[in-house]
């Protein structure tokens, strides 16, 4: 998708092991977000920023933090995988934390074995 | 409970046929509707946005009507295309920023030749 791109695209990880996921915008929006996607479930935010340095719990923080130190990169660390944590993770970005705008990245499959 | 249904779960349809997708939500307070496409191994991409005030929103053969006194919303396909074929989120919008998005678990559509 034009100007947000997540790496990798694609990851198997083992329990117990740090993982880091990237999301990286050209657009120079203000707000980033971090989602997962699973079966049965509607997408369901993990953590969002609204700025730089500037971040916040979404409804399933449990297992993740969140840094953003540039306005262009958030970050999605895993401290220590789970196999819970096997999902579809999608990163979006909006430029005024509106509906118009609002843009999904084109997702990390992260399998934890 | 703010929660956003969506139905039927799934359907199949040929090539040239219309069809309709439901949502019901019972988001409150609430400030947006939206209609989103995901294609397999994508992001979802938006279709429609309508606000309170907006009963009907159009997008090429996509249209989308809100009824904001029943909270029901429905998005119809006109002479489906085989690239219609995937799922479908409907997401609900709570006053407050974009933090507070309920999504539906989406549907999947599949049209066949």
């Known amino acids: 998708d034009a100007g947000i791109t997540q790496s990798p695209r694609h990851k198997v990880t083992e329990t117990g092991t740090p993982v880091t996921l990237r999301c990286h915008q050209t657009e120079n929006h203000r707000y980033m977000y971090w989602y997962r996607q699973d079966p049965g479930h509607g997408l369901r935010l993990i953590h969002y920023s609204y700025g730089v340095k500037d971040t916040d719990k979404g409804e399933v923080s449990d297992g993740y933090s969140v840094s953003r130190s540039k306005t262009e990169d958030f970050l999605l660390t895993l401290e220590s995988a789970t196999s819970s944590q096997t999902s579809v993770y999608f990163c979006?970005?909006?430029?005024?934390?509106?509906?118009?705008?609002?843009?999904f990245g084109s997702g990390t499959r992260l399998t934890v074995v | 409970k703010n929660q956003v249904e969506q139905s039927p779960q799934s359907l199949i349809i040929l090539e040239g046929k219309n069809c309709t997708l439901q949502c019901n939500y019972t988001v409150s307070p609430f400030s947006n509707l939206r209609w989103y496409k995901q294609d397999t191994g994508r992001g979802p991409v938006s279709l429609t946005i309508?606000?309170?005030?907006?009963n009907t929103k159009s997008n090429g053969r996509y249209t989308a009507t809100l009824d904001a006194d029943t909270k029901q919303s429905s998005l119809h396909i006109t002479a489906s295309q085989l690239s219609d074929s995937a799922s479908y989120i409907c997401v609900v919008s709570s006053q407050g920023g974009s933090e507070k998005l309920v999504f539906g678990k989406g549907m999947k559509l599949t049209v066949n030749p």
């Open positions: 979006a970005i909006s430029e005024s934390g509106g509906p118009y705008g609002y843009t």
């Open positions: 309508m606000t309170f005030s907006e």
